[in-house]
């Protein structure tokens, strides 16, 4: 790695670090596991880094990377991660609190499903893919990503009855 | 609102929730690999600034991966020639109350606050004098301290107790509280009384003698500061309402006699060797008559302290 290589490295870290903190974290509902998570990621781009000569290229190969560890790293894994729920709002307005109940059973429930189940929820309702572009981040077919995305809104309705009580916010 | 819709909310809540590490903390990949040369991944400064009300200034992060020279010369820009000499300077104002601290500590270092908490609440890790009874408040010693983005919170405060320690034998805490007929802990917690309730610091062996007097009056007298109160009910500022007032906590001295049972925020140097050496006169009241200029004006008896008062509530503006 030369110097060029190593500035442009940095300065994507410097940059974007945050951002892949958040997703990662997203993704593993750890903060622990999302440092690691983006590290190791990070550690497989900059090996891959001169076959990369072109940066836009950089931030999908390291978030390509992160996704497929998740999933495999999860597959190796029995244990499910709990999410903290320990968070609580800082100010309570007029249905507010309602509303981060319906929040927080969410996040219960989110931790209840499978890691390639999350990781699908988070790239379409956090990153906002589409499901072609998940489907090719994540090598599966799209009618795949469809129906295990359709699926995990329907456990997590089921997971937590609550959640019906949502349309009265509407 | 559909499930949809909340899901969107709900990740981006989580998103927001914990504050990424600094970048610093990243490049540290390639540590280890000493058989590429020169290719540890040193980072330039990160300049953030998390000014929250001008408490706490972070003034660059960096990592602590050394740079090779050969690198450093070559150059890539000024950034890494840097390199060498960034660091992260935290730097907590005097009079912070311990909650304020963490909080402070957990938003420039990026950890959660329950980190600061859990290490906080090991007393004996930290270095603490047995006089603080394994309690942190007080003891997290105001001032500048450098932080690297592997320091852990345990790290963090211990270093703050260090300082204390440091300040508390260059002032003879311990032997100056006996000579003014005070237990160590009872002198830090009159400072920090002193530091609460100080606008000017000029004023602060002032305020201090008013505490002694009142500590030491015959008949007794409560110390009646609003600021334990605000302290007792978790309340920001020093002015305690009607309601307030009647507040059941210990550290209420409007209604208990002497002291509260500990600090109510970490003091400086100066509020501390205040407690030790208060003025001399015999100030039973002080008032801070006005507030914006730092006015504190003092008062031996009743009518003079309602004087005061009474020019204090024309300052304000209400009657």
Same mark, same amino acid.
């Not at chain 1, 790293?73 to 499910?80: E, G, I, Q, T």
């Not at chain 2, 960096?62 to 450093?72: R, T, Y």
């Not at chain 2, 509280?177 to 802990?185: E, I, K, M, Q």
């Given at each position: 790695?030369?110097p060029? %290589?190593e500035?442009?490295?940095?300065? %994507?870290v410097?940059?974007?670090?945050?951002?892949? %903190?958040?997703?990662?974290?997203?993704?593993?509902g750890d903060?622990?596991?999302a440092?690691d998570?983006v590290?190791?990621?990070?550690?497989?781009?900059?090996?891959?880094?001169r076959?990369?000569?072109?940066?836009?290229a950089?931030?999908?190969?390291?978030?390509?990377?992160?996704?497929?560890e998740?999933?495999?790293?999860?597959?190796?894994?029995?244990?499910?991660?709990?999410?903290?729920t320990?968070?609580?709002?800082?100010?309570?307005g007029?249905?507010?609190?309602?509303?981060?109940?319906?929040?927080?059973?969410?996040?219960?429930?989110l931790?209840?499903?499978?890691?390639?189940?999350?990781?699908?929820?988070?790239?379409?309702?956090f990153?906002?893919?589409?499901e072609?572009?998940?489907a090719?981040?994540?090598?599966?077919r799209?009618?795949?990503v469809?129906?295990?995305?359709?699926r995990?809104?329907?456990?997590?309705?089921?997971?937590?009855?609550?959640l019906?009580?949502?349309?009265?916010?509407? | #609102?559909?499930?949809?819709?909340?899901?969107?909310?709900?990740l981006?809540d989580?998103?927001?929730e914990?504050?990424?590490?600094?970048?610093?903390?990243f490049?540290?990949?390639?540590?280890?690999?000493?058989?590429?040369?020169?290719?540890?991944?040193?980072?330039?400064?990160?300049?953030?600034v998390?000014?929250?009300?001008?408490?706490?200034?972070?003034?660059?992060?960096?990592?602590?991966?050394?740079?090779?020279?050969d690198?450093?010369?070559?150059?890539?820009?000024?950034?890494?020639?840097?390199?060498?000499?960034?660091?992260t300077?935290?730097?907590?104002?005097?009079g912070?109350?311990?909650?304020?601290?963490l909080?402070?500590?957990?938003?420039?270092?990026?950890r959660?606050?329950?980190?600061?908490?859990?290490?906080?609440g090991?007393?004996?890790a930290?270095g603490?004098?047995?006089?603080?009874?394994?309690?942190?408040?007080?003891?997290?010693?105001?001032?500048?301290?450098?932080? /690297?983005?592997?320091? /852990?919170?345990?790290?963090?405060l211990?270093? #703050?107790?260090?300082?204390?320690?440091r300040?508390?034998?260059?002032?003879?805490?311990v032997?100056g509280a006996?000579r003014?007929?005070?237990?160590? $802990?009872? &002198?830090?917690? &009159?400072?920090? &009384?002193?530091?609460?309730?100080?606008t000017?610091r000029?004023?602060?062996?002032?305020?201090?003698?008013?505490i002694?007097?009142?500590?030491?009056h015959?008949?007794e007298?409560?110390?009646?500061m609003? /600021?334990?109160? #605000?302290?007792? $009910?978790?309340?920001?500022g020093?002015?305690?309402?009607?309601?307030?007032l009647?507040?059941?906590?210990p550290?209420?001295? @409007?209604?208990?006699?002497?002291?509260?049972p500990?600090? &109510?925020?970490n003091?400086?140097p100066?509020?501390?060797?205040?407690?030790?050496?208060?003025?001399t006169?015999?100030?039973? @009241?002080?008032?801070t008559?006005?507030?914006?200029?730092?006015?504190t004006?003092?008062?031996?008896s009743?009518?003079?302290?309602?004087? $005061?008062?009474?020019?204090?509530?024309r300052?304000?503006?209400?009657?």
């Amino acid at each position: 790695m030369d110097p060029g %290589f190593e500035a442009d490295f940095r300065e %994507f870290v410097v940059d974007r670090s945050g951002a892949l %903190f958040r997703t990662a974290y997203l993704l593993t509902g750890d903060r622990h596991a999302a440092e690691d998570l983006v590290q190791s990621a990070l550690a497989k781009t900059a090996a891959k880094w001169r076959s990369l000569r072109d940066p836009a290229a950089i931030e999908g190969y390291v978030r390509r990377v992160m996704y497929h560890e998740q999933v495999s790293w999860w597959r190796r894994r029995s244990r499910v991660a709990e999410v903290s729920t320990g968070w609580l709002p800082e100010q309570i307005g007029d249905g507010y609190a309602e509303m981060v109940d319906l929040r927080l059973v969410m996040r219960a429930a989110l931790a209840r499903l499978t890691p390639r189940q999350r990781t699908m929820l988070v790239l379409r309702y956090f990153e906002d893919l589409s499901e072609t572009e998940i489907a090719r981040l994540l090598d599966v077919r799209v009618g795949s990503v469809r129906s295990q995305i359709y699926r995990s809104l329907e456990r997590l309705k089921k997971a937590a009855p609550e959640l019906s009580t949502v349309r009265e916010f509407g | #609102m559909n499930i949809e819709d909340l899901l969107r909310e709900t990740l981006s809540d989580m998103a927001h929730e914990e504050q990424p590490p600094p970048p610093g903390r990243f490049f540290q990949v390639n540590r280890g690999r000493s058989r590429r040369r020169g290719l540890a991944l040193a980072t330039a400064a990160a300049v953030a600034v998390m000014a929250v009300g001008s408490t706490l200034v972070v003034q660059g992060l960096s990592s602590q991966v050394a740079v090779s020279k050969d690198l450093a010369t070559r150059g890539s820009g000024e950034t890494l020639a840097e390199t060498e000499q960034v660091r992260t300077t935290l730097t907590v104002r005097e009079g912070l109350r311990l909650l304020q601290t963490l909080e402070q500590l957990s938003t420039a270092t990026g950890r959660p606050r329950a980190e600061f908490e859990r290490a906080a609440g090991n007393g004996k890790a930290l270095g603490l004098p047995a006089y603080a009874r394994g309690a942190l408040e007080g003891f997290a010693f105001p001032g500048t301290y450098e932080v /690297s983005p592997t320091s /852990s919170p345990g790290e963090l405060l211990a270093a #703050m107790v260090t300082r204390f320690n440091r300040a508390a034998e260059a002032s003879d805490l311990v032997d100056g509280a006996g000579r003014v007929g005070r237990t160590p $802990l009872e &002198i830090l917690t &009159i400072a920090s &009384i002193v530091q609460a309730e100080a606008t000017d610091r000029r004023d602060m062996p002032k305020i201090a003698r008013v505490i002694h007097n009142r500590l030491n009056h015959k008949p007794e007298m409560r110390l009646s500061m609003d /600021s334990t109160i #605000m302290y007792g $009910l978790n309340k920001s500022g020093v002015t305690a309402s009607d309601e307030d007032l009647g507040s059941r906590s210990p550290y209420n001295t @409007y209604a208990r006699l002497g002291l509260p049972p500990g600090p &109510i925020c970490n003091p400086g140097p100066d509020a501390i060797e205040a407690a030790l050496k208060p003025a001399t006169g015999p100030w039973l @009241y002080f008032v801070t008559t006005d507030r914006e200029k730092g006015v504190t004006k003092f008062a031996t008896s009743e009518s003079e302290f309602f004087e $005061l008062v009474e020019e204090f509530k024309r300052n304000r503006g209400t009657d």
